[in-house]
């Protein structure tokens, strides 16, 4: 994208539906060029009165349970219902180059050529916070051309789930049977994000394995406080390979979203995430001053140094390093 963007144009590509248009909406809102993300954003001041409208899962696991495989059983289900399917991806470890979450096609191959789905990779390697944000922009651009079901994917590993539970409704957590312990691989903070839990592979000789893994999760999750005094997540049993269980998976999903929705929870979630996602992003940017900072690297060697060695207090080469950045404690 060499030029300066046509907004007004893009806004109407994007509203039109037109496909080839939103995916240059969505490079837009990817690009880390200044001129661009100030393009990026009255593009997505123009559409935001046209978002929300849908529908926003999560969905994680960790690598091998069978994620890619699910979203396109799920995802091929709901566009035959007649929903519009958007499936994007978080994963900031991933370079579109190399196979990598969502990196090639062949892994959603019906999803990826069905003209009601629309599937992106995650954007390149970058920060996290910065394939959140462009991840978050591409939601709003996704539901203004009338996508009415948003699945986003992450890899279960690292932070990206927060990220990811951040910026959806629901929080389906895919998992499979391990013998003796089903609990194994979960990290217990991620078991709290979950809205949905489903062990998945729940067919042929790991049936019955995966159904006594959901009866562990669930004597599990009674012990955890639940995050709604309205909802107790809960554990299901699908095969993305043989669809059983898909459907009860999907109605999940909806009753959780249907009970915020009657809750008046789902108004308050998203606008909490809004102000958290303003937070982050000062958050990343202040981060990213420090990290990049000229004067800043050429003093932390020595300030560094001088802390280990017990030669400067860590305050006092904390308020030096702010001062640095014009951001001095006006007590001192
Ligand atoms: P991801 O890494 O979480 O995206 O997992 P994939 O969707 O790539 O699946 C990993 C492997 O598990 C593949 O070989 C799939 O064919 C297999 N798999 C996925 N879902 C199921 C299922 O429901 N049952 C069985 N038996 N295998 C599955």
């Known amino acids: 994208m060499p030029r300066t963007p046509d907004v007004p144009a893009l806004a109407k590509g994007v509203l039109d539906g037109s496909r080839a248009v939103l995916a240059r909406a969505i490079t837009l809102?990817?690009?880390?060029?200044?001129?661009?993300?100030?393009?990026?954003?009255?593009?997505?001041?123009?559409?935001?009165?046209?978002?929300?409208?849908?529908?926003?899962?999560?969905?994680?696991?960790?690598?091998?349970?069978?994620?890619?495989?699910?979203?396109?059983a799920l995802g091929t289900r709901l566009t035959?219902?007649?929903?519009?399917?958007?499936?994007?991806?978080?994963?900031?470890?991933?370079?579109?180059?190399?196979g990598s979450i969502l990196g090639d096609k062949t892994r959603m191959g019906k999803l990826s050529v069905d003209e009601n789905a629309f599937v992106r990779p995650s954007p390149s390697a970058g920060t996290l916070g910065g394939v959140a944000r462009a991840t978050r922009e591409t939601i709003v651009l996704m539901e203004a051309a009338g996508y009415d079901v948003v699945l986003v994917e992450t890899v279960g590993v690292g932070q990206s789930e927060v990220a990811v539970a951040g910026m959806v409704d629901t929080f389906l957590l895919l998992t499979i049977a391990r013998t003796g312990d089903s609990l194994q691989g979960i990290k217990k903070g991620i078991l709290e994000l979950a809205d949905v839990l489903a062990v998945n592979k729940a067919d042929g000789d790991h049936e019955k394995d995966a159904h006594a893994a959901a009866r562990e999760l669930r004597g599990a999750l009674r012990l955890l406080t639940p995050s709604?005094?309205?909802?107790?997540?809960?554990?299901?049993?699908?095969?993305?390979?043989?669809?059983?269980?898909?459907?009860?998976?999907?109605?999940?999903?909806?009753?959780?979203r249907a009970t915020l929705e009657e809750h008046g929870e789902l108004a308050q979630k998203r606008a909490d995430q809004q102000v958290e996602w303003m937070w982050a992003m000062v958050r990343d940017q202040l981060m990213d001053r420090l990290r990049t900072d000229p004067r800043v690297r050429a003093a932390i060697p020595e300030l560094e140094s001088?802390?280990?060695?017990?030669?400067?207090t860590p305050t006092l080469a904390a308020q030096e390093i702010l001062g640095l950045l014009g951001m001095a404690d006006p007590a001192s």
């Open 29 to 72: 809102v990817e690009s880390t060029r200044a001129d661009h993300r100030a393009a990026a954003q009255q593009l997505l001041l123009e559409l935001m009165p046209h978002a929300g409208g849908a529908i926003r899962v999560g969905i994680s696991g960790v690598p091998g349970v069978g994620k890619s495989t699910f979203i396109e």
């Open 80 to 98: 035959a219902a007649g929903h519009r399917v958007a499936v994007l991806a978080v994963d900031p470890s991933s370079t579109r180059t190399r």
């Open 228 to 256: 709604s005094a309205h909802w107790q997540p809960p554990v299901l049993a699908c095969s993305a390979r043989t669809g059983a269980g898909l459907d009860d998976v999907w109605a999940a999903v909806q009753r959780h």
């Open 306 to 312: 001088g802390v280990r060695a017990g030669q400067q």
